[in-house]
């Protein structure tokens, strides 16, 4: 991990710590961006729109094409993967049925990557497989009926392209 990568994962320790309670890890998993293919093969057995996975063996997989030093929602992804890495550190629902686990671990990373990022005034609507909705005018019009603002609906994907871009 380079300098910058660094610095960023350990800001987003010290926040996870203030917003979740966890406590910092004493060691930080590695991170590794792979090829989109790789990734999907990993965590999902084939295509799906994975960005990023969490391995028990202390390793963060992202998307290559992620650029969570520059990016605010791809480092939404990587929070999400932190409080994994947390969560596994802590024991956090190890009492529960592996399924159950899971599923608690999904919802509080999911709850805390959007917590992220409302901190940061961007606002992001993902489906439950984490694919960005794409905003095409029909959408963009439902959307302003629901109060949610242009800004909103033209924010940055995770990738750097527009929302209309994403896939």
Known sequence: MDALMTQLVAGLFVWINLYTGYDIP??????IFIDHQQLEAMAC???CPV???YDPARI???DNNLRPDSNLCAQSVLVHE????VQRESGQFSRYSAYSAWRLREREAHHFQKVF???HGRMHLFDRRLRLLQMNARKS????AAGVTARAAAEESPTGESP????
């Open 26 to 31: 004493d060691q930080v998993p590695e991170i």
């Open 45 to 47: 057995e084939g295509p």
């Open 51 to 53: 960005l990023g996975f």
């Open 60 to 62: 963060i997989y992202l």
């Open 82 to 85: 932190l409080i994994h890495f």
């Open 117 to 119: 990022l409302g901190y």
């Open 141 to 144: 019009r439902r959307l302003a």
């Open 164 to 167: 209309a871009e994403t896939v």
